[in-house]
């Protein structure tokens, strides 16, 4: 397999693999681990937790009572 990728990233990912002493395919095998590992932890299945604002009790909404184009 081979990918496209420019000369830049490339000098870069190599400088990184080798600041930590791997290579440039256990460099990349490492970053995509710990982003599967990142993205299943997310979606474990539960939802994020969002705040809830406790507004009161509402009824039906209208049309108009959201817009303002209602004769």
Known sequence: MSLEISHETEVR???EARRQ?????????????????TVSSAGNGSTP??????????????RRDIYDDVR
Do not use: C, Y
């Open 21 to 37: 002493g791997v290579s440039v395919d256990a460099l990349l095998e490492r970053l995509m681990s710990e982003r599967v590992g």
């Open 49 to 62: 937790k969002l705040p809830i604002l406790h507004l009161g009790p509402m009824g039906a909404l209208h």
């Open 13 to 15: 990912l190599a400088g």
